[in-house]
């Protein structure tokens, strides 16, 4: 959004490729979102907004509650980590409305997709101005902290042509240019339904880099005049672990402490160090009260 903003200013002496600001809006504020999806008729949850004053939403229940334009310190301080919050019945979203409107958080109330997280599968892409898809993969989820709704934790990189493929459709419908990446959620008959689309680079790309898709040097490499670099078809298996976070989500779940050190020391990336250079997790651990790296989001 900075750079949306001020791309006027930033321009004459900064180059960067991200959608036009209108369509930039549409895919960061949820409620925005759910208006495109509908214009364009894509393959999302049903949800409505629900406010002061506001009757049952017409949907069905349990629903999740996102904030709107998306989440803040205010919301973190009512929910925590979790990204939304999930209620079973109208009963119950009465009650839970009159804290939200008192800090001032809207919510959209979206239709749950039944299933656990790692049914939440994810498309990543960068498309060119031409409209082109120089480099794309595809992913699923394996924990998060918590649980449910959370933050990712641990997630592992997929060769899935049907993500991909509905993913492109979306993309093409939108007009998207530039990265992104699309999150959906496998429902419990196996269609896929799209719960958001995120405009940026994620933690994601290192996984991809690794699985033979290197977003970031694709997009630098046209932003910068040079050649891109060789890309392939993206390498099923690579898998990323946020090592204290998981380690939590993996507690949570029940996972034995060895059995998920091994796990977790062979995953082929991490969010805290390189077996070539452990300088920084040695030193991050090594100092008292450091914290360790966070996983982004």
């Known amino acids: 959004m900075f750079l949306s903003e001020n791309r006027e200013q930033l321009e004459p002496a900064v ?14 504020d949820k409620r925005r979102f759910q208006a495109l999806a509908e214009r364009c008729e894509l393959p999302v949850p049903r949800a409505r907004m629900v406010g002061p004053g506001a009757t049952d939403p017409d949907v069905s229940f349990p629903v999740v509650l996102k904030p709107v334009p998306h989440r803040s310190v205010r919301w973190t301080a009512l929910a925590g980590s979790e990204k939304a919050l999930r209620v079973e019945t ?8 009159p804290p939200l409107i008192e800090r001032g958080i809207e919510v959209v109330a979206q239709e749950y997709v039944p299933g656990p997280e790692d049914r939440i599968v994810s498309y990543h892409a960068y498309v060119d101005p031409d409209g082109a898809v120089v480099g794309e993969f595809t992913g699923r989820k394996i924990r998060t902290l918590p649980l449910e709704r959370g933050t990712s934790t641990a997630l592992i990189t997929t060769d899935d042509p049907e993500v991909a493929q509905l993913a492109r459709e979306v993309v093409g419908r939108i007009g998207l240019r530039g990265v992104a990446k ?9 269609t896929l339904r799209l719960l958001e689309v995120n405009p940026r680079f994620t933690l994601w790309v290192h996984a991809g880099a690794v699985a033979g898709v290197n977003l970031p040097a694709l997009v630098h490499a046209d932003l910068t005049g040079r050649p891109r670099p060789a890309s392939r078809r993206a390498r099923a298996g690579v898998r990323w672990v946020s090592l204290r976070s998981d380690r939590a989500a993996a507690r ?22 390189a077996w070539s250079d452990p300088g920084p997790l040695v030193g991050r651990f090594g100092r008292s009260g450091t914290r360790a790296p966070r996983a982004a989001a």
């Not at 180059?15 to 960061?28: Q, Y």
């Not at 699309?182 to 196996?190: C, H, I, N, Q, T």
């Open 15 to 28: 180059r960067f490729l991200i959608p036009e600001r209108e369509l930039l809006l549409d895919m960061i």
């Open 182 to 190: 699309l999150d959906f959620k496998r429902a419990l008959d196996g």
């Open 252 to 273: 949570a779940a029940g996972i034995p402490l060895a059995r998920w050190a091994w796990w977790a020391l062979g995953c082929e990336t991490n969010s805290a160090f």
């Open 90 to 97: 109208p009963a119950q979203l009465r009650t839970i409305l």
